[in-house]
């Protein structure tokens, strides 16, 4: 953009203090239809405290992430690709282990979240919900406003590389209570975006 001119767009990249486009809630079918998906939630206490992540090898950006972390841990936890896009390897094929329901999903604690072409797209549902998101600091930001979000209070952090994701699970599983607030703290989060009348404001 040249001086003076404005774009609006769906993301951008967090932390850009020279960045003069004014995010809007675009795409709001696919990314916003959260609330029809809590009716299949259940209590934190009756939810499976395993791990679990679906995706594809979406992004040019995050095909790397996501492949090291279906190949690291797809053995030890409910981890796999559901797809493949057409851009994947071959190789890639034994990595796919199918489609998990948002409602199935939901029977787990622990959510993973990992940023695809921009944002993550499970990040929304996941913080309207009684599980937690576990997943690396956001680098971009949409309606939701993911800068806002604090490690520990609304999401239990993994490093970039999600290397570290077997001293993460130990210690949500050590630290029950504080997750299942982390869980509240993000459905507490969520309210504000489902006041359409505040956002026609806005």
């Not at 486009?21 to 259940?42: Q, Y």
């Not at 499976?48 to 979406?58: A, Q, Y």
């Not at 796999?80 to 034994?94: E, I, M, R, W, Y």
């Not at 939701?144 to 520990?152: F, H």
Request: hydrophobic content about 35%; glycine content about 4%.
């Amino acid at each position: 953009l040249k001086k003076g001119e404005l774009a609006f767009v769906k993301t951008k990249l967090i932390g850009r203090e020279c960045d003069q486009s004014i995010m809007l809630k675009f795409n709001s079918i696919r990314h916003w239809d959260v609330l029809p998906k809590m009716n299949n939630d259940i209590p934190w206490q009756e939810k499976n405290s395993n791990l679990i992540w679906r995706g594809t090898t979406t992004g040019i950006r995050s095909h790397g992430k996501r492949v090291s972390l279906v190949k690291n841990y797809k053995e030890r936890y409910n981890i796999g690709f559901s797809h493949l896009n057409k851009q994947a390897s071959v190789d890639l094929d034994k990595y796919v282990v199918g489609r998990v329901s948002v409602k199935d999903q939901l029977k787990f604690k622990y959510i993973i979240s990992i940023e695809g072409n921009d944002v993550a797209t499970n990040l929304k549902w996941i913080l309207a919900s009684n599980s937690v998101p576990v997943m690396p600091k956001p680098t971009r930001e949409s309606w939701l406003l993911e800068s806002q979000l604090i490690p520990y209070v609304h999401y239990v952090p993994l490093n970039d590389d999600m290397g570290n994701l077997d001293e993460v699970y130990e210690w949500c599983l050590n630290n029950d209570e504080h997750c299942r607030q982390i869980a509240e703290n993000g459905k507490r989060y969520m309210e504000m975006f489902f006041d359409e009348e505040n956002e026609k404001e806005i």
